[in-house]
């Protein structure tokens, strides 16, 4: 079963930039759509970005388009967020999720089956 793990979450402050890490182990990531989503306690779980398979497919949430990339490698069985011009709103926790079910395509208001730990990242005003 794949299993994903998060990374790069951290303290920054306004109009910064980080770059989450989504790594994968157990099985190969060729054929796993991913999407990050973000967490804030007390609220549902946002859909933020997502890649297929390929890579060729992605899907950005209209509040980070412009901001923030989603890219793949399969070979490192990794996908990154870069995050730019971060805003305290995108203070969340950040989940990666892959689905075997999608092929080339992704969404975000899709079931992923495969969930990482979660990454904190939190932008300062």
């Known amino acids: 079963q794949l299993q994903l793990v998060e990374s790069g979450g951290e303290l920054v402050q306004f109009g910064g930039s980080l770059r989450l890490s989504c790594s994968a182990s157990?099985?190969?990531?060729?054929?796993?759509?991913i999407g990050w989503f973000r967490q804030v306690p007390g609220k549902e779980r946002e859909g933020v970005s997502c890649?297929?398979?390929?890579?060729?497919?992605?899907r950005y949430a209209d509040s980070v388009t412009g901001r923030f990339t989603i890219a793949r490698d399969n070979a490192k069985k990794a996908v990154y967020l870069q995050m730019n011009s971060l805003k305290p709103e995108d203070t969340a926790v950040y989940y990666c999720?892959?689905?075997?079910?999608?092929?080339?395509?992704?969404?975000?208001?899709?079931?992923?089956?495969?969930w990482g730990q979660g990454t904190q990242v939190t932008v300062s005003s």
């Open positions: 999720a892959g689905s075997p079910r999608y092929g080339r395509y992704c969404g975000l208001s899709i079931e992923y089956e495969n």
């Open positions: 157990g099985f190969t990531l060729d054929y796993y759509s």
């Open positions: 890649v297929g398979s390929s890579g060729g497919i992605t």
